[in-house]
Structure formats: structure tokens, C-alpha cells
């Protein structure tokens, strides 16, 4: 097994791949600046012990593994509002942080939208959102951030798994009392990040940060760049969209000099074609990877009426999965494959035949039937890992069944 080792903050000018550059400030940003919390006067502090003890279940509960649709495990992993409203700022971020539902910000198109969606479905995270005193709380967090270099799982079985052995490899080590529990460690990072990064871009917090504090999280974003890419559970990738958000900033740009190159985009268009031949316009990200197995040992924990079978890529989409079966693009629409004549809709309201696709009724999830007696789906959700289940295990509220007619 794996000691922990974790990464200091380092002083050391950053150097690596498209950053070679950085602002005047080469040292890791202070932990934030000072700010009084007026709103937490009188408010209580918790020991993070006690703050585990909020939670009437976690992943690791019995009765978690008998909810089955995501709204079911947010309105049974609440912290009371009671409870929430007497929280200082600085205790509801640290509550909020350990929400067992933290990983649902990976479900969104964007981190921003993720972290927003989680937020609002907690009760600690709307507390947070009345709070002006958030915006401070959230950025000392991530300013405060490191990155552990190793993790406590040794995970190379899952790394050299193949497919047909996946997922009876993945649910054998999670028997292990130990294994299991270190998983949710040693992926904390990544969730806590996503979900930071995806708030401080929102419209309810970066509109509202000084200049001054961007460039203390751009600072800080390099140094987690090069902590990301020295990290398995980053699958060894600078994930860069934190801080090319940044270096848009046109304020933050009088600060610092972005040289040209380093400003290149990170995504581009690429366009597929449906059975028909219809041109369908889809997105290719220069930071998609697979997911890595810390983050899919996660997933499975987190999901246990799915079957992980195999990891997915990070920027790419059910969608994409489904209709041309690309791993490597993201596909925001995939109305052309519908509605040119390459697929018709299956009536009924059952699947007829495997490798039917299906939608929800607002066309905004697709799967793939891989057994239609049993009603059986295989799909994966945004950056996620690719999973089967039942179909109205996805599908709750309805959905439309197609099959190929080209």
C-alpha cells in the first residue's frame, strides 16, 4: 500500500508545458486575506468529526444502497436548515464540502453549473448562498489547497484491468473494508476543487472579485496545475480551464502579460455525420482523459444501483457515448440522428431489439439498449465513467425509444 505523501505549497518559480510564464508573485499565494465575518457573529463552530455526524447517511450506509435515483439520496443526505442557519461561514463551507452528494458536480456541461446545482439542492449549500461572506470563505479555501501526490489505494489492478474483467475487479476490491474507505480520500481532492473552481467562476461569485484576488487564484491555479499533473487521481493531467477562464479576464490581463501561445484555445469543432450523412457539429477538449481509477471506484461506491464497467473520458458525453459512439468529443445535441431519417421512434413504449438508443423526453440524457428483455442500458453521465443499469433507473420520468432504419 501507498504511504500518503502530500505536495507543500512551493515557492519555486512554475515552469511546465504552456506555462512557462507567471505574474510578479512566484510564491505560493498566502492562505487569502483577513476578512471579518460580521454574518457568523454568534454563529458555532463544528469539529470536523461533528460535521460527519450532521449526515444521516453517507455512501458507506445501508440504507444508501437502496436509494436508487439522485433525488432520493439528496433528500436523505440533508443537514437540517435549523442546523445550517447557526453554522459560521467558515463551518458551512467545510459542512457543505463534505456533502456525500459532492461528486453530483460532475454530472453538469460545466463545473460552474455543476457546483451551482449542488448548492441549491442542499440545504448547508443554499444557506451558503445568502451568505456575503461566501465569497471570501471560498476563495481561503482554494487558495489553501494542495494536492496529495500519492494516493493511500494502490489502484494499478484497475489501471491494467481489461473491459470483460472490469467491473468483477472493481467490486472486489471495494469488498475491502479498508480499500473502500480509502477511496473516498484519496477522491475528495478532485471533487473539492471541481466544485471551488466551478463556484468561483459563477455569476453569483467572480463577478464580485477584485482584481487583486484573481490574481492571487491564478497564482494559486499554477501551482495546482503542476500538483494535478504529478497526481493519479488527476489521472497526471494540468486540468487548465480553471485558469484559462482567468487569463480571459480582460482586467486581470493589465496585471499580467499572457504571452499569445499560451492563451490558445483548448477546445475546437469538429463536425460527425448521422447514418444519413447529416453534418453534426460536436466539440473536441485538448484536456480529455480518462477517468481515473480513484474517480470511478468513487462513482460505483457513490451509485451502486449502476454497474461501472469501464472508465469513461472526462470530455466527453452521454450523448457522444450514444449516438456516433465517439469517446473523444462532446456532443450537445444529437437532434440530427432523429430527426433526418436515420432513426425513427420505437412505438410501445419498449425497446425491440438491442443497441436501440434512447432519450429522456427532453432529449438532454441518452443510452444505448444492451438488453431489451431485461430493459437493460449502458450509458455514462457527462465526464463520468461509462455504466449499466435499468432503464427507468435512468430514464424516471419517461423517455423515447429509436432504432436505426439506414
Not at 457543505?96 to 449549500?125: C, H, I, Q, W
Not at 480518462?290 to 458525453?317: D, H, L
Request: with cysteine; charged share 25%.
Amino acid at each position: 500500500m501507498r504511504k500518503k505523501l502530500f505536495v507543500v505549497g512551493s515557492a519555486v518559480l512554475m515552469c511546465f508545458n504552456q506555462f512557462i510564464y507567471v505574474s510578479n508573485a512566484t510564491a505560493s499565494p498566502a492562505v487569502g486575506d483577513y476578512f471579518v465575518d460580521m454574518e457568523s457573529a454568534g454563529k458555532q463552530k463544528f469539529s470536523s468529526a461533528d460535521l460527519d455526524k450532521l449526515y444521516p447517511i453517507d455512501a458507506d450506509s445501508p440504507k444508501w444502497k437502496k436509494l436508487v435515483t439522485e433525488e432520493d439520496k439528496f433528500a436523505n443526505t440533508q443537514i437540517a436548515s435549523s442546523v445550517a442557519e447557526k453554522m459560521d461561514t467558515g463551518t458551512l463551507l467545510e459542512a457543505t464540502l463534505k456533502s456525500p452528494m459532492l461528486y453530483t458536480v460532475e454530472n453538469a456541461d460545466d463545473r460552474e453549473s455543476g457546483a451551482m446545482a449542488f448548492l441549491k439542492k442542499t440545504n448547508a449549500g443554499l444557506e451558503l448562498l445568502e451568505r456575503k461572506s461566501a465569497k471570501d470563505a471560498i476563495i481561503n479555501e482554494y487558495l489553501s489547497l494542495e494536492i496529495p501526490e500519492e494516493t493511500l489505494n494502490d489502484y494499478s489492478e484497475l489501471d491494467h484491468c481489461n473491459s470483460e474483467d472490469y467491473n468483477s475487479t472493481l467490486m472486489r476490491l471495494l469488498a475491502d473494508e479498508e480499500f473502500s474507505k480509502n477511496v473516498g480520500q484519496d477522491s475528495a481532492p478532485y471533487y473539492k476543487i471541481h466544485f471551488l473552481e466551478g463556484a468561483i467562476l459563477s455569476d453569483e461569485i467572480y463577478p464580485k472579485l477584485t482584481v487583486e484576488q484573481k490574481k492571487k487564484l491564478y497564482d494559486k491555479s499554477l501551482i495546482l496545475n503542476a500538483e494535478k499533473k504529478k497526481s493519479e487521481v488527476f489521472s497526471y493531467d494540468a486540468e487548465l480551464s480553471f485558469t484559462k477562464a482567468l487569463m480571459a479576464d480582460d482586467a486581470l490581463a493589465e496585471k499580467i502579460f499572457f504571452p499569445k501561445s499560451a492563451k490558445k484555445v483548448t477546445t475546437s469543432t469538429v463536425y460527425l455525420k448521422t447514418p444519413n450523412g447529416t453534418k453534426v457539429k460536436a466539440i473536441k477538449f485538448s484536456d480529455n482523459k480518462v477517468n481515473s481509477s480513484a474517480t470511478v471506484s468513487q462513482y460505483q461506491i457513490s451509485n451502486p444501483e449502476k454497474k461501472v464497467v469501464k472508465p469513461g473520458w472526462t470530455r466527453s458525453n452521454c450523448h457522444a457515448y450514444t449516438w456516433p459512439g465517439k469517446s473523444e468529443v462532446w456532443l450537445q445535441d444529437p437532434g440530427a440522428y432523429y430527426t433526418d431519417g436515420s432513426y425513427v421512434k420505437v412505438s410501445g413504449g419498449r425497446p425491440t431489439a438491442n443497441y436501440q438508443k434512447v432519450t429522456d423526453n427532453l432529449h438532454q440524457h441518452s443510452a444505448i439498449v444492451i438488453n431489451c428483455g431485461s430493459q437493460r442500458v449502458r450509458t455514462k453521465r457527462n465526464g463520468n465513467p461509462i455504466y449499466e443499469c435499468d432503464l427507468k433507473v435512468d430514464f424516471p420520468s419517461g423517455y423515447t425509444i429509436y432504432k436505426r432504419v439506414c
